[in-house]
């Protein structure tokens, strides 16, 4: 195929406005396919997944309104893919590409990406893609999740770049392969036709609108949208006073070692480019904490575009201005074949270091730390005949304060847009109870305006035995508050037994449960803004009549 236009037509503003919303609805149409036809809660209901249209050569034009963390790597992925693995002259109509390789262009092993290129006349004019989060990838633990392992081969199947679908043929035995190694072969196989649909549905509507518009219109469109989104961002990015920004945070450890984790960024501006320095990261860990930079780099762009003081188009022109510093074999540039099942961890964390730096070069445009971690518990069931269940919750917490509001309860943020799972979704399906989900008492961080609750959410074991993992953060390092506001609380987890709590630690592989057992999850809290001493006599008597804070602390009272 060849993607090379035909002589430049001229687009007047009008034109290329429609077209950015035409891609826009392309990607969001995408998005409603996956949600409607997809198998598992955990796409179906959670929404971990995301589509998004690219321009011929691969890089990202128009996103859905899904997950930061997919969206922002996506075209990082396809760009490794087509570098590294198949390049694009392999690509033939009605082809299907995936991977799930974290180093191959994916993002973890639970997460298949999926890509298929637009032909026009014999000219690929896009390539359409999906992400989706998959109940299960095998590997040592339930959800391939493992707590506790230390190279990427325990963490379960991986595919290499290769064509599922070739010139509209699908590859049985890979799919014959991929279901042979997962725990819920229906869900996979369910979720996977959701992808392509999506697909099929994306093709589509490009094709038409080539139709209407003509394929070297198309061509030309992308370029001047990422062109446009690149002008965009360093007139943005101009704005911000020249200088450097540091800040850092840490993991609470890598659920191998007990030793916390160093997250560091320095932000250089200058004119209107942008330079992140993470030389300053910890080394890569044995456990599954790591994150490819793929991953990094997505929380990265995240950030910068969470405090821009203007519309920026969201796509791969946004990231041109900005430039990443990250020594390989460092905990957000990690080297085969760490391990990297909960790189997300990084990807949060990296996003409130990055929001605490640009808090001193654009102060007021910041909130306080969020709860900043994917809160990823999975339940394996056992029935008494050895029948297998499979659950993947993914919880959140409380948002921080801004400068002139209060945070948010339990609230996706950050690196998160997911919902939460409904009960009786859960409970029809698998046989666990939900015995107790809200908000969780003073858990805001104390301020000027206080942070956002978090939430405790409760499962008990209804079947014979059960098999718990937990990858989970925020247990030792809370999140910030800004301007003498205080930290939100601290994760806990709990394995409630004979009516005895027993803590458990932040991370937990293939802890066996048995009937009448229960899991109690609590999450952290956003951090306060602003010095306790300063919120409202009213806003104190509604904090205290809905225990939304703690007390403040006496230091905090003193000043």
């Known amino acids: 195929m060849n993607a090379t236009p035909p002589p430049t037509p001229t687009l007047g503003p009008v034109t290329l406005e429609v077209l950015r919303n035409a891609f826009t609805a392309v990607a969001a149409e995408m998005d409603v396919t996956v949600w409607r036809t997809s198998r598992s809660t955990i796409v179906r209901e959670m929404l971990d997944y995301s589509t998004a249209v690219f321009d011929a050569e691969g890089y990202n034009v128009a996103q859905s309104a899904r997950i930061p963390g997919h969206l922002n790597s996506m075209s990082a992925g396809l760009l490794t893919i087509i570098r590294d693995f198949l390049p694009l002259e392999a690509w033939d109509e009605g082809d299907v590409v995936i991977t799930n390789d974290p180093y191959c262009g994916g993002q973890h092993i639970p997460d298949i990406l999926a890509f298929r290129p637009v032909v026009v006349g014999g000219r690929r004019i896009a390539i359409v893609g999906t992400l989706c989060h998959h109940l299960d990838m095998g590997g040592m633990a339930a959800g391939s999740y493992a707590a506790t392992a230390t190279e990427i081969f325990q963490e379960g199947l991986r595919i290499p770049p ?162 990443i510093i990250a020594p390989e074999g460092s905990i957000v540039h990690a080297s085969h074949p760490a391990p990297v099942a909960n790189r997300v961890a990084v990807a949060h964390r990296l996003a409130t270091t990055m929001f605490g730096a640009l808090h001193q070069a654009v102060p007021g445009r910041v909130p306080a730390a969020y709860y900043g971690v994917s809160y990823v518990c999975s339940f394996q069931t056992i029935g008494e005949d050895g029948a297998r269940g499979v659950l993947v919750e993914i919880e959140i917490g409380g948002t921080g304060a801004y400068h002139d509001q209060d945070g948010l309860n339990a609230w996706a943020y950050g690196m998160h847009n997911n919902a939460s799972i409904p009960v009786e979704m859960i409970e029809a399906e698998v046989p666990l109870t939900l015995t107790g989900y809200g908000l969780l008492d003073g858990s805001g961080g104390a301020g000027r305006h206080r942070g956002g609750l978090g939430l405790f959410r409760e499962w008990r074991v209804d079947s014979a035995a059960a098999v718990f993992t937990a990858n989970l953060e925020r247990f030792k390092f809370r999140p910030y508050g800004l301007e003498g506001g205080e930290p939100g609380s601290a994760g806990a987890l709990y394995l409630i037994r004979d009516g005895e709590w027993r803590p458990l630690p932040s991370k937990v592989n293939n802890l066996p449960l048995r009937r009448g057992d229960t899991i109690r999850l609590e999450t952290s809290g956003g951090g306060g803004y602003g010095p306790p001493g300063e919120r409202g006599a009213a806003e104190r008597a509604n904090d205290a009549a809905c225990r939304y804070v703690r007390p403040p602390s006496a230091a905090a009272a003193a000043g």
């Open 162 to 323: 290769l064509k599922l679908v070739r010139a509209g043929v699908m590859n049985e035995d890979v799919l014959a392969m991929m279901r042979q190694n997962v725990r819920r072969p229906d869900m996979l196989w369910g979720d996977l036709q959701a992808q392509l649909a999506s697909l099929a549905v994306g093709e589509g509507t490009m094709q038409r609108l080539a139709a209407r518009f003509g394929a070297a219109t198309i061509l030309e469109a992308c370029r001047q949208l990422l062109d446009g989104s690149e002008r965009a961002m360093r007139a943005m990015i101009g704005r911000i006073p020249d200088g450097r920004y540091s800040f850092e945070d840490f993991l609470d450890d890598d659920g191998i070692l007990p030793d916390p984790i160093r997250i560091h960024a320095a932000i250089e501006v200058r004119g209107e480019e942008m330079v992140v320095d993470l030389s300053g990261c910890g080394r890569q860990a044995a456990g599954p904490v790591n994150a490819t930079l793929a991953s990094s780099g997505s929380a990265v762009a995240y950030a910068v575009l969470a405090v821009a003081d203007s519309d920026i188009p969201a796509n791969a022109g946004c990231y041109r201005p900005v430039r």
